[in-house]
C-alpha cells in the first residue's frame, strides 16, 4: 500500500546532528532502508526540519521499522497514513459511485 510518511524534526536534535554531520547521513541511511518511491523535505509551518515520504508498505508490521529510525535518530514526530496516487483514485471511482448511491443524501 502507497503511504505518506511526515517527520517533524525538533530543531534543537536537529540542530545537534548538523552540528555533529550526522543529519544528512543519518537521513541517507533511512531512505536507503525504506527505498521511497519520492521524499521531499522543508522547513515545517513550525520551523522544523520535516519531510514527506512516499513509500510503499507491504505489510502494518513495518510500522515499527518505518517509524523508530525517526524516533531514535532525531526524536521526531512522525505522521503515517495511506495515499492514492491518480490511477488509484480511478480505479476507486466505481466504490465511490457505490458509496454515493447508498448513503449520499
Known amino acids: 500500500m502507497r503511504m505518506l510518511l511526515r517527520v517533524s524534526i525538533p530543531v534543537e536534535a536537529g540542530n545537534a546532528a548538523a552540528k555533529d554531520e550526522t543529519l544528512g547521513p543519518t537521513i541517507e541511511r533511512i531512505l536507503a532502508d525504506l527505498k521511497p518511491e519520492a521524499a521531499y523535505f ?15 508498505m507491504i505489510d502494518t508490521s513495518q ?13 521526531a514526530k512522525v ?27
Request: without cysteine.
Open 79 to 105: 505522521s503515517l497514513r495511506p495515499i492514492m496516487n491518480p490511477q488509484d483514485l480511478a480505479k476507486a471511482g466505481p466504490s465511490i459511485g457505490e458509496a454515493a448511491k447508498h448513503y449520499g443524501k
Open 42 to 56: 522543508f522547513a515545517d509551518d513550525s520551523g522544523q526540519r520535516s519531510g514527506s515520504i512516499v513509500f510503499d
Open 63 to 75: 510500522i515499527p521499522a518505518v517509524a523508530e529510525p525517526w524516533f531514535l535518530a532525531f526524536n
